[in-house]
């Protein structure tokens, strides 16, 4: 299974399925449930306000909600990056949990007492920026009903908000509440980013999840100059151009490494002590990746945030 880039949402992925695994076989499931009374008025289990979102109560949720993080989430990773990501996640699990606490507080007073469980409302969190962020790809009509490749997604989550209704139903709507908050402009949730020190942490555990760096893919669409059998259209003084007449960058500019590109654009070049403290720093990582990170940033700083990411 590749995640493509998606580190923050595969570690998340892992950890409710081994939740929600360890929760069903040793029978465990009471103690990841929120009810006002008597878990919280009668007995102070405070605790299970940090509980009741660690895992599912059945596989069937467990099921719909990996279709769903997997094609959803890994999505909108790669549009925010790894650290926004996780802020965003530890934001939603706040915001959520806030929301679930004041609801219950509010039901009680008409004598209402509900029980929740379950990270639904981080989900659907994690639905609502996918709605707001990410387009459509492609547009579809069943007997007359234009539906996007977005669709399928939704109808999941659909099934998801009424599987334990009206439970889920009420998390669901908290969770698309909290996405909304946590992108809101008025709120200070959308710019808040974990301490970069959480991300000096979390890749300690990078060779669990995998490489995330993505592979070099070169801007050029024509093919390298000197190969057998390759021939590049040439102008009236011998410059190359394109199908459209064009001028095209000179050979030398094609031919150009990964490396030399990435200092052509931003000016910098990696110094060895600069490339000796990040290789001490990153073990995992390749010389090719360091000197990229260092070459397409600004500052060491964020060159080493880049290879957190």
Not at 1 to 22: D, E, W, Y
Not at 179 to 195: E, H, N, Q, T
Not at 254 to 279: H, K, Y
Request: aromatic share 12%; charged share 15%; hydrophobic share 40%.
């Amino acid at each position: 299974m590749s995640f493509h880039n998606g580190p923050v949402t595969k570690a998340l992925m892992l950890t409710l399925g081994a939740n929600t695994f360890i929760v069903g076989a040793f029978q465990f499931k009471h103690y990841f449930r929120l009810q006002l009374v008597p878990h919280i008025t009668k007995y102070t289990q405070w605790w299970r306000i940090l509980s009741y979102q660690a895992a599912f109560q059945s596989s069937s949720e467990l099921f719909i909600s990996q279709i769903l993080l997997y094609n959803v989430s890994v999505a909108l990773e790669r549009v925010y990056g790894s650290r926004k990501f996780s802020s965003y996640i530890f934001v939603s699990g706040v915001v959520s949990t806030t929301m679930t606490v004041l609801g219950m507080l509010a039901a009680g007073w008409f004598g209402i007492n509900t029980s929740f469980a379950g990270p639904i409302p981080i989900l659907f969190s994690i639905l609502y920026s996918y709605y707001r962020v990410i387009p459509s790809a492609y547009r579809y009509r069943i007997f007359g009903v234009s539906l996007t490749d977005k669709t399928p997604y939704y109808v999941m989550a659909t099934f998801l908000a009424l599987i334990n209704a009206p439970e889920s139903i009420a998390l669901a709507t908290i969770g698309i509440l909290t996405g909304a908050a946590c992108r809101s402009d008025i709120l200070p949730f959308k710019s808040y980013r974990l301490p970069s020190w959480i991300n000096k942490v979390a890749s300690a555990f990078r060779p669990l999840i995998g490489s995330t760096e993505p592979g070099y893919r070169p801007n050029s669409v024509l093919p390298e100059l000197g190969q057998s059998g390759t021939h590049v259209p040439t102008s009236s003084n011998g410059e190359a151009i394109g199908s459209a007449g064009v001028d095209i960058a000179e050979p030398s500019v094609m031919n150009r490494s990964p490396v030399e590109a990435q200092n052509q654009t931003t000016g910098r070049e990696p110094t060895s002590e600069e490339i000796s403290q990040l290789s001490a720093m990153f073990p995992e990582a390749t010389r090719v990746q360091i000197v990229n990170a260092i070459s397409s940033t600004s500052s060491l700083e964020a060159a080493v945030e880049r290879l957190v990411q």
